[in-house]
């Protein structure tokens, strides 16, 4: 589907991407591309700063029909990438393209240039999503907010580069395939006092300790053991020194579900086991929600459509339907709005080294990926139209 040429400035692209990474809500190098490269395709409309740091472009086919909204995010990550002699090296210390984001920008840009090219048999509207701050799953939502579903989509699609799958292999299935999370803060305060002298004192960090533990029972005795949940706390900081009780304790952790009547029973039985360790050590609980995204679920129908493509695109032995993560994405919050599907585009080539973990200094993945992800993309949109 794309000639030699096309996949040359595709993988140039990406690398310009990789190059310059920018942080969450702060990819404005990016935006500004993005938007020239769909100005300069002469799409009907393109907006810029839709959730802050988006953009939006609306491509109108020629003949009438439904829309369909294609989705990339944009996004880099906080951490230095390793130097492995590869040329496209970011140059921002400190920031790295380490999700992938990159090649999913340069995909859909190249996905809105093939569709452009076809605009005269086009029946329908393409609408094409540039999201930011997927990595602090907040971008989505401002975009809504900014009403980038306008023209208001029949149905969305989206791509994920992903290295726990070899490239030429593409995964979807219907359902959850992303976690909801929610991340919390849970602050813990009693009365300091002196070591020795515990009884005089309310110690939040025998309480702290004691909660650690009764919060991993969200897990094994509330949530139905068919139902994968996984409550992590990662971060837990009280005290000065040995010989001082403090009088607070903080702690941070995430609650990552897939399904949605699991999640909010998880989510109430947590504010009760905060609330009840806090009264058994008497100190007083203060919790705050900070990220929170639900689960990313995949229409039915729209995942065998998706499936039916990919098929076709990389052939029927490399179609899988295993791939779920705990990881969230806000991804979900376009899903909630329209029905579609989001689905794993396999980049990894374990023979020269490209399979690191993603959000890894190491993370890089084998470029043919960009291909597969350009072609299932178009499909997937051209297959949604004309099916009409
Ligand atoms: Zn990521
Ligand atoms: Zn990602």
Redesign the pocket.
Known sequence: MLTAEQSERLVELRRDFHRHPELSHQEHRTAAIVADRLRELGLHRVRTAVGQTGVVGVLQGTRPGRTVMLRADIDA?PLTEADRGQPYRSVQQGTHH??GHDGHTAVLLTVAELLTARKADLAGTVLFVFQPA??RVGGAEGMLQDRALDPRPDACFGLHLWNELEVGQVDVRPGPIYASADAFVITLTGSGGHAAMPHQAADPVLASAELVIALQTLVSRDSPPIEPAVLTIGSIHGGTASNIIPNQVELQGTLRVFDPVVRQRLLDRLRAVVDGVAATFRVTPEITMTDCCPACINDTAMAQLVEGVARRVVGPRNVGSSMRTM?ADDMSLFLNAVPGCYFFVGSANRERGLNSP??SPTFDFDERALDVGVQMLTSVALEFLERG
């Open positions: 990550l380490a999700c997927e990595e990881g993603h959000h």
